[in-house]
């Protein structure tokens, strides 16, 4: 069941990727696991968790894309490895956006933030994106909770 979830995600992602980037989903199932078997604990529909996956994805796919661009010479490979990050970390926003999930990118853009500081100043905290996965998912079950005990 988490495998499939992992590849629905990925396939769905790949599918709203603009192709004239050339970004291919190169993740590896590990990478997208502590995210897959979070969203496996919460009550939603099938189509919300492969959604939320697919936003950790995109962000945890623009985080390795910018991995290690300070060790690269100028060049195509520095530039493709720089836009293709970009263009995921805005495509996790877009995606927020229109699957109206507003808390979460609230929640997310702060912590991406975080990361890249860190990143910066050579103490990577990549961690943290599943920490804070995790914080919101136990916030918003809460609230739902709190919701229909009034």
């Known amino acids: 069941m988490i495998t499939a979830l992992i590849q629905d995600a990925c396939h769905f992602l790949q599918g709203e990727i603009s192709p004239e980037t050339g970004i291919t989903l190169n993740l590896k199932i590990e990478d997208a696991l ?9 009550d939603m529909t099938a189509e919300r968790r492969i959604r939320l996956l697919s936003i950790y994805i995109a962000i945890k796919l623009a985080l390795q894309r910018h991995q290690d661009c300070h060790l690269l010479e100028p060049g195509d490979m520095l530039t493709r490895k720089v ?46 994106l599943a920490k804070g996965f995790e914080v919101f998912l136990r916030l918003e079950h809460n609230r739902n909770h709190a919701r229909q005990a009034i």
Do not use: M, N, W
């Open 34 to 42: 502590p995210a897959a078997l979070l969203l496996s604990e919460y």
């Open 83 to 128: 836009l293709d990050g970009d263009y995921l970390y805005s495509f996790y926003v877009q995606l927020c956006l229109r699957f109206e999930e507003f808390d979460l990118l609230t929640h997310l853009a702060p912590l991406v933030k975080q990361i890249q500081i860190k990143r910066v100043e050579g103490q990577p905290d990549d961690e943290r």
